[in-house]
């Protein structure tokens, strides 16, 4: 059984930053992508930014190109989500999630993923 456990979370002034942690495990991932998610009280799920397991590829939704950055460490079988000059507008639940690369769907789009974690509550004061 495939498990994610996300970490890192917590309270930061505006212009801050956080890393944030999800360790996978009960599972092979070689063909699989890993996807950071977000969402604030009364909003949609949204994207925040994936990265494919075995080539390291990486992709991010427009508003947080150059603020974020997603690494992994195949080793620790670890996702990192490095978020730097963080606002008010980033306050949210980030879950990440993990899912196989079938070609139907993009790792922007949260059908892909097969496995979520619990989330970790990201807050930015003013």
């Known amino acids: 059984q495939v498990e994610l456990v996300e970490s890192g979370g917590g309270l930061v002034q505006a212009g801050g930053s956080l890393k944030l942690s999800c360790v996978a495990s009960?599972?092979?991932?070689?063909?699989?992508?890993m996807g950071w998610f977000r969402q604030a009280p009364g909003k949609e799920r949204e994207f925040v930014a994936s990265?494919?397991?075995?080539?390291?590829?990486?992709d991010y939704a427009d508003s947080m190109k150059g603020r974020f950055s997603i690494s992994r460490d195949n080793a620790k079988n670890t996702v990192y989500l490095q978020m730097n000059s963080l606002k008010p507008e980033d306050t949210a639940v980030y879950y990440c999630a993990t899912g196989w690369l079938s070609g139907v769907y993009t790792t922007r789009t949260p059908s892909m993923y097969n496995y979520w974690g619990q989330g970790t509550q990201v807050t930015v004061s003013s």
């Open positions: 990265i494919r397991w075995s080539t390291g590829s990486t």
């Open positions: 009960g599972g092979s991932f070689s063909n699989y992508a």
